[in-house]
C-alpha cells in the first residue's frame, strides 16, 4: 500500500509539474526532487526547457537529488544554453553530485572566464549590475575538486594568480587540495610564493590529504617565519597524527602561542615534552600542560611529577595554580584533598583558584560536604554558587560513600530554608545608617546640582592662586603681563527662558554605570542558588522543600523554586499530594513564570484535580502559558475539546502546541482533523502539520492531500498541499547517494 501511495503522490506531482502554474510547478519539482522518486525524472528533465526561470532553477536541484544519470545530458545543455545564471548554478550542483566527469571541459571554461559559447543573460547583467559569472566561477571550481578533475589544475591556478579577478583562496585551495599529486604539488607551489595568507590556508587545505608532497609541505608550514602560519600547521597536522616525529620541535618554538597550541593539540603523544613545558618561562604554556597532564591516566603518573604539580598549587600565577588545582584532582585525589580543603578555605587565595578547588573537590567526594558548607556564607558569590553546585553533584552522586550525598542533601535544604547562611539580625547592623544611594545615582546628583559644582570652584578660587603668565604672550615674554582686569569683565545676566533651557538640561539621561557582577548579600542569594540546583535532585523532600517556597516573600525565589519543581516533576514524573495543591495554587499567580512553570509541573504531576487546573490554564492571557498547558494536557492524556479549541488560537505557537498535543493522544478523526489544520490559517503550518501526520497514517493523509489536488475548485490550495505530500514521502539523505554517469555533455 505505501508503494502504491506514492507512486500515486509521484504521478500528482508530474501533472501538476507538465500542467500546473508556475507557483505549483515550483513547488511540485521541489517535492519531487526530495521524494526522490526516478520516475519523476522525464518530467523533471522536461521542466529544464520551462519559460519560467524559478522552474528551470528548482527543476536542476531536484535532478541532482534523484541521482539518476540519465539526466546528466540535459543538465549539461541547461549549464551551456541556459541564460539563467541560478540555472547554471544548481546545474553545477547536480552534476558534480552525479559524479558527471565529462562535465569538465565546460568547467574549466568556466573557471578562465565568461566564455563567449556559453550563453548568457546580458540583458540581467546590464540590469542588475552583477555578473553571473563571478558565482559559477567559484561553484565550477569546486565542483571540479569534487570530480576530481586534475587536469583542471593550471585553470584554478591562474584563476587565483589572476590579479584582477576575486578572492579564490577558500574554494581553489580546498579544491587543488582533492586533486591528488599534481593539485597538492600546485598548493605547495603557492606556498612557497610567500603570501602570508596564502601560507596560512594552505596548510588547513590539507587537513584530510596525507602524501609525500603534503607531508613536505606542512613540514614548511611549521617552520614558516609567522607564528600563526605555525599554529595553523600544528592543528592541521595534530589532527591527522597527532604523533607526529614532526611536531617535536614545535614543543620549544620562540613563540608562547605555538608553544601552547602544540601542547594542548598533541601534548599527550610527546610526554617528555609536554612534561618539558610544565615549567615554561610563559604561564599560559605552563597551564596548558597541566590541563592535558590531567587528561592522562593516573597510573602513569609518578610521585615526582605530582610533586612538581603540586608546588604550582603555591605558585604566583593564578592561571597555572587553577590549571594545577584540576591536575592533581584527577591525577591522585586522595593526595590532594588537604591542598585542595586548604585552597577553598584561605581567603587570601585568588578567588580563580578557590573557585577550582571547589570544582575538584565535588569531583572527588569523600567527606567533602561540610568544606563546601563552610563557604556558602564567603563575600564572592562566584565561589557561594561553585560550592552548591558541587553540593548538588554530590547529592546526586551513587557512590558507596553515602555520607557525603546525605549531608550534601541535607546542606541544600539547609540553604533553601536561610539556615545555614541567615540574615542578619537587626541589632548587628551599624549604628550609622550608611549612604544605600547607587554610585550611578551619586554621579548623576552630582551632575544635576550646580550650585553645588559652582560652590566647588569658588571654594577652589579662594584657596589656588592661578599661576602667571595665564597667555602664550606673558609665557614668551616672561609673565610681565599682568592678568586682566575682574572689572573688564561683563557681567553675564540670566533670563527666564535660560533658566527654562538650564531645567530642561538637568532632566537629559544621564549615562549610568553598571556592575559587571551582581552584589547580592549570601543570605539572599544562597537560598536561590540551592532553589535552582535542587531541581536536579531527586526526592519527595526535595520537592515538599520546593513547594514551600512559593509561599516565600521572595519573588525571585519563587520563580526559580517553581521551575525547579517542574524540573523534579519531569524527572520523577510524580508529586506530593501537597506539592500539587501547591502548584494548582501558584497557577492562579500574577506572575507570568510562575504560571508557566506551574503548567510544566502540573503535566507531569497526576492527581485526579490536575487536568481541570491545567484546562484553565490553556485559557490564560499569556501565549506561552497557553502552549505549556497543551502540551502538559498531552502528557496527561487529557486532549479533548480544550485542545481542539486551540487549532484555531490567535498565536501560531499555541496552535502548534495544540496540534502536537492533538497527535500524540488525538481520537479516530485525528488524521482528518490535522489535515484540516495544514490549510488553516492560509496553510501557515501545513509542514509541520504533514510531519506529524507522518508519524499517525501517512496513505491516510496523503489521500486527503490528493483529493484537494484533484480538485480544481481548491487551486487555492494546492500549493499547501503539494508541500504537505513532499513532507509526507520525502526520503531520507541517505536514500539518494550520488550515481556515477558515463553519459556525453556536448557544448
Known amino acids: 500500500m505505501v508503494m502504491v501511495m506514492s507512486a500515486t503522490v509521484v504521478d500528482a506531482l508530474r501533472d501538476v509539474l507538465r500542467g500546473g502554474n508556475d507557483i505549483h510547478r515550483c513547488a511540485a519539482a521541489q517535492a519531487l526532487g526530495r521524494i526522490g522518486d526516478a520516475a519523476a525524472r522525464d518530467a523533471l528533465i522536461e521542466a529544464l526547457r520551462d519559460e519560467d526561470v524559478d522552474v528551470r532553477v528548482d ?18 545543455e541547461s549549464l551551456v544554453g541556459d541564460p539563467a545564471g541560478d540555472v547554471k548554478a544548481n ?46 566561477q567559484i561553484a565550477a571550481i569546486t565542483a571540479l575538486g569534487a570530480l576530481g578533475v586534475a587536469e583542471a589544475v593550471p585553470d584554478i591556478v591562474a584563476a587565483i594568480d589572476d590579479e584582477e579577478g576575486q578572492d579564490l583562496s577558500e574554494a581553489a585551495l580546498g579544491a587543488l587540495a582533492s586533486l591528488g599529486e599534481t593539485g597538492i604539488a600546485a598548493l605547495a607551489a603557492l606556498h612557497a610564493r610567500g603570501d602570508e595568507r596564502l601560507r596560512r590556508r594552505c596548510p588547513r587545505a590539507l587537513r584530510d590529504v596525507s602524501s609525500p608532497i603534503a607531508r613536505s609541505l606542512l613540514g614548511r608550514a611549521l617552520a614558516d617565519p609567522t607564528p600563526e602560519v605555525r599554529r595553523v600547521a600544528v592543528r592541521t597536522l595534530a589532527a591527522r597524527d597527532p604523533g607526529a616525529v614532526a611536531l617535536g620541535p614545535l614543543f620549544d618554538d620562540q613563540d608562547a602561542g605555538v608553544r601552547a597550541e602544540v601542547v594542548r593539540a598533541c601534548g599527550a603523544h610527546h610526554r617528555a615534552c609536554l612534561l618539558a613545558r610544565l615549567d615554561d618561562d610563559a604561564d599560559a ?24 604539580v603540586r608546588v604550582k598549587l603555591f605558585g604566583p600565577s593564578v592561571a597555572v595554580a587553577e590549571a594545577a588545582t584540576a591536575a592533581l584532582a584527577a591525577l591522585d585525589p586522595a593526595a590532594a584533598l588537604a591542598d585542595l580543603a586548604e585552597q577553598l578555605g584561605d581567603r587570601t587565595c585568588p578567588i580563580a583558584v578557590r573557585r577550582a578547588a571547589a570544582r575538584a573537590l565535588a569531583k572527588i567526594g569523600g567527606g567533602v ?82 550650585a553645588k559644582d559652582e560652590q566647588a570652584e569658588d571654594d577652589q578660587a579662594e584657596d589656588e592662586t592661578p599661576p602667571w603668565p595665564t597667555s602664550t604672550l606673558a609665557a614668551i615674554t616672561g609673565g610681565d603681563i599682568p592678568p586682566p582686569s575682574a572689572e573688564a569683565e561683563p557681567e553675564i545676566a540670566l533670563d527666564e527662558a535660560d533658566f527654562e533651557f ?17 552584589m547580592i548579600a549570601a543570605h539572599e542569594d544562597v537560598p536561590r542558588v540551592a532553589a535552582r540546583v535542587l531541581g536536579d535532585v531527586a526526592g519527595d523532600d526535595v520537592a515538599l522543600a520546593l513547594a514551600r517556597m512559593l509561599a516565600s516573600g521572595d519573588k525571585e525565589l519563587r520563580r526559580i523554586a517553581t521551575d525547579s519543581l517542574a ?60 502552549a505549556e498547558a497543551l502540551r502538559a494536557l498531552a502528557r496527561l492524556g487529557a486532549v479533548g475539546a480544550v485542545v481542539e479549541a486551540a487549532l484555531d488560537d490567535r498565536e501560531p505557537g499555541v496552535r502548534l502546541a495544540a496540534a502536537q498535543a492533538l497527535a500524540r493522544g488525538g481520537g479516530p478523526d485525528t488524521v482528518a482533523r490535522l489535515v484540516d489544520f495544514a490549510f488553516a490559517h492560509d496553510g501557515h503550518h501545513r509542514r509541520e502539520a504533514a510531519r506529524l501526520l507522518a508519524g499517525i497514517d501517512r496513505d491516510a493523509a496523503g489521500a486527503l492531500f490528493l483529493a484537494v489536488l ?12 503539494i508541500e504537505a505530500l513532499e513532507e509526507l514521502y520525502r526520503a531520507p539523505p541517505e536514500a539518494t547517494p550520488p550515481a556515477p554517469t558515463q553519459s556525453r555533455i556536448s557544448a
Open 91 to 136: 546545474a553545477i550542483a547536480a552534476l558534480a553530485r552525479l559524479g558527471a566527469t565529462e562535465a569538465a571541459p565546460v568547467l574549466r571554461r568556466l573557471v578562465r572566464g565568461r566564455d563567449e559559447g556559453i550563453v548568457w543573460d546580458e540583458a540581467d547583467f546590464l540590469e542588475d549590475g552583477w555578473d553571473d559569472w563571478l558565482d559559477l
Open 502 to 518: 538650564l531645567a530642561l538640561a538637568r532632566r537629559m539621561p544621564r549615562k549610568r554605570r553598571v556592575a559587571p557582577e551582581a
Open 285 to 308: 604554556v605552563q597551564a596548558a600542560a597541566l590541563e592535558v597532564l590531567a587528561t592522562l591516566p593516573p597510573a602513569t603518573i609518578d610521585d615526582a611529577l605530582l610533586r612538581r
Open 369 to 450: 560536604a561540610p568544606l563546601l558548607m563552610g563557604v556558602l556564607g564567603d563575600d564572592d558569590r562566584r565561589l557561594r554558587v561553585e560550592a552548591l553546585v558541587g553540593l548538588a553533584r554530590l547529592a546526586q552522586s551513587n557512590a558507596t560513600e553515602t555520607t557525603d550525598a546525605t549531608l550534601a542533601r541535607e546542606a541544600l535544604l539547609g540553604a533553601l530554608a536561610g539556615e545555614l547562611v541567615p540574615a542578619p539580625e537587626p541589632d548587628e547592623a551599624p549604628a550609622v545608617e550608611p549612604d544605600t544611594t547607587p554610585s550611578a545615582a551619586k554621579d548623576e546628583q552630582a551632575e544635576d546640582d550646580p
Open 567 to 626: 524540573r523534579v516533576a519531569a524527572a520523577s514524573k510524580a508529586l506530593p499530594d501537597e506539592a500539587i495543591a501547591t502548584l494548582i495554587a501558584i497557577a492562579q499567580d500574577r506572575d507570568r513564570d510562575q504560571r508557566l512553570a506551574a503548567a510544566r509541573a502540573l503535566g507531569h504531576a497526576g492527581g485526579a484535580e490536575v487536568p481541570a487546573a491545567v484546562e484553565r490554564l490553556a485559557a490564560d492571557s499569556d501565549p506561552f502559558v497557553r
Open 59 to 76: 527543476a536542476a536541484e531536484a535532478l541532482g537529488r534523484l541521482g539518476d544519470a540519465a539526466a546528466v545530458p540535459a543538465l549539461g
Open 710 to 721: 484533484a480538485d480544481p475548485k481548491r487551486l487555492v490550495a494546492w500549493h499547501m498541499a
